[in-house]
């Protein structure tokens, strides 16, 4: 198994390599082809790697480190990489980040396929392709580290071919904004990377080491002084990348103005490193120092739920709306992770994949939209959708139902488990203190079906004679449906048998 890791690790940036060698006028016509069939092997290997784990976690609370109770890891590799320092190339997977590595793979190969309908321009496809592939290495990478500088540096890969997606290939008609966003994109990221690396380095301080599996089972990182002060540092830098209120505003506008590939890789895929981050290295690493601190990162969870909820309603663009939206349902993927219960930990792993899903097929969807009327502000795209695009029309409604949690589709049941987990936190934190937490976030549900059905209203519904834009020939084209297939057909799945993943975490 470890052959297949490290095949689906090396075969993207060997291919990025390669796709830039090519000559440019080649390059481009072959380039989205060429990502598709990589990205494909990559998608078959995950999932071939995720056969092969075997699922074990099985949370019993933040006092009992993930360790003393896991299985050995799966596909695993380690070696000596820097020794001087002491830092390994460590690899390996198990349930938690295998379903994570299969969303990377799955929503790169679908952008891929996406990209066959982007007429190319002479030398940007084969690099946004290459890009794509590069980030897919990069995450996949920081997934499967065991070594906290390797999840550092695969954390770090992914920076720059992002800025740069959002930079060149991002909109049109706003040259000046879009390099704000990149910029804004870069400046914080760059920001909560570094408060990371100096909580990594406090860790490192306090252990000896950078190994993550020596340091699930380390006696020296319990209590508080330098283990609070690194926790700190972490928590702050994973929040970032989240992200948590007041560290989102670098989301809406790299949302805004990236290309639609771009949207979805970075909600469907990059948001959850910085969860990610959270459940592999905060709670068991410091246990604590997380206690500690975990009912502010509730309290900051349950602001970003209520925040992104109202400023979803007074948005005017369907990209910021989404983007928005984002920063809520993050913020319940944050309260579970801040309840530190079996039931919160496992919603917000469950949580993670089906945002990836749902919110990959909002923003293709979006893009779509975009693309048809040069713009993706409400005001000008005017009403009546369902009768000027019935099919994109009816899957908007399909995506805006699954995001605000109709029973029956993927996005319910990770909030329904963390609003249980917040229901009964664990025994060393305030439990009043998380009802209030509770009762707010089910607000936030409330309004997260107010602001998707007002989308839908507005959008969708109304007399196509009122409307001021022209109809369109193509609804829906061929490779569309072909790339939003799987992320319907998940969502529903998912919905409906939520024991697919439930399964790799453990039983309630």
């Known amino acids: 198994m470890n052959a297949i890791l490290l095949g689906i690790l090396a075969l993207p940036l060997l291919a990025a390599l390669a796709l830039w060698a090519l000559p440019i006028a080649l390059g481009d016509r072959l380039a989205a082809l060429y990502g598709a069939v990589v990205s494909g092997l990559v998608l078959v290997g995950s999932v071939l790697l995720w056969q092969r784990t075997e699922g074990w976690f099985a949370y019993s609370g933040v006092q009992q480190r993930l360790g003393d109770s896991m299985r050995p890891l799966a596909a695993v590799t380690d070696g000596p990489w820097i020794p001087p320092l002491g830092v390994r190339f460590h690899i390996g997977v198990d349930s938690i980040s295998v379903p994570l590595i299969v969303l990377t793979a799955l929503l790169t190969f679908l952008c891929c396929i996406y990209s066959l309908k982007i007429t190319p321009r ?100 319990g209590g508080h002084g330098v283990p609070l002060a690194a926790a700190l540092l972490i928590a702050v830098g994973l929040a970032v990348k989240v992200p948590l209120w007041p560290l989102h505003i670098w989301l809406p506008d790299a949302h805004a103005k990236a290309p639609t590939v771009g949207s979805v890789i970075l909600a469907g895929v990059l948001l959850k490193l910085g969860t990610y981050g959270l459940i592999r290295i905060l709670v068991p690493v410091l246990p604590d120092a997380t206690v500690t601190i975990a009912p502010y990162l509730a309290g900051f969870s349950t602001v970003a739920i209520i925040a992104g909820s109202l400023a979803c309603l007074g948005q005017t663009d369907v990209k910021r709306l989404i983007a928005y939206s984002s920063v809520g349902h993050m913020g319940f993927i944050g309260l579970g992770i801040a309840s530190l219960s079996e039931a919160g930990m496992q919603g917000a792993l469950f949580a993670n994949i089906a945002h990836g899903i749902i919110t990959g097929l909002l923003f293709f969807l979006a893009g779509a939209i975009k693309d048809r009327h040069d713009t993706s502000d409400l005001r000008t795209i005017g009403r009546a959708l369902y009768a000027r695009l019935p099919r994109i029309g009816a899957l908007l409604t399909f995506a805006c139902l699954a995001s605000l949690g109709l029973p029956g589709l993927a996005g319910f049941w990770g909030e329904m488990l963390i609003l249980l987990g917040a229901y009964n936190p664990a025994d060393s934190l305030p439990r009043a203190t998380y009802l209030v937490f509770m009762v707010i976030a089910g607000l936030g549900t409330v309004l997260t079906a107010a602001y998707f059905l007002r989308l839908i209203r507005n959008l969708c519904q109304g007399d196509p004679a009122d409307n001021p834009a022209s109809a369109f020939a193509v609804d829906l084209s061929r490779i569309e449906l072909i790339t939003w297939s799987p992320l319907v057909v998940l969502t529903v799945l998912l919905g409906v048998w939520p024991g697919l993943l439930l399964a790799q975490w453990g039983n309630l």
């Not at 580290?145 to 290939?169: G, Q, T």
């Open 122 to 221: 002479i030398g940007r496809m084969r690099s946004l392709i290459a890009l794509l592939l590069v980030i897919e290495a990069g995450v996949i990478g920081a997934f499967s580290a065991m070594d906290l500088v390797l999840f550092f540096v695969c954390f770090e890969i992914v920076l720059i071919p992002m800025w740069l997606i959002i930079d060149i290939w991002g909109d049109d008609h706003d040259r000046a904004g879009r390099k704000r966003a990149a910029t804004t994109f870069v400046l914080m990221t760059v920001f909560g990377s570094a408060l990371m690396l100096l909580g990594f380095l406090l860790v490192y301080r306090q252990a000896g080491t950078f190994d993550l599996v020596q340091l699930t089972n380390s006696p020296v990182l």
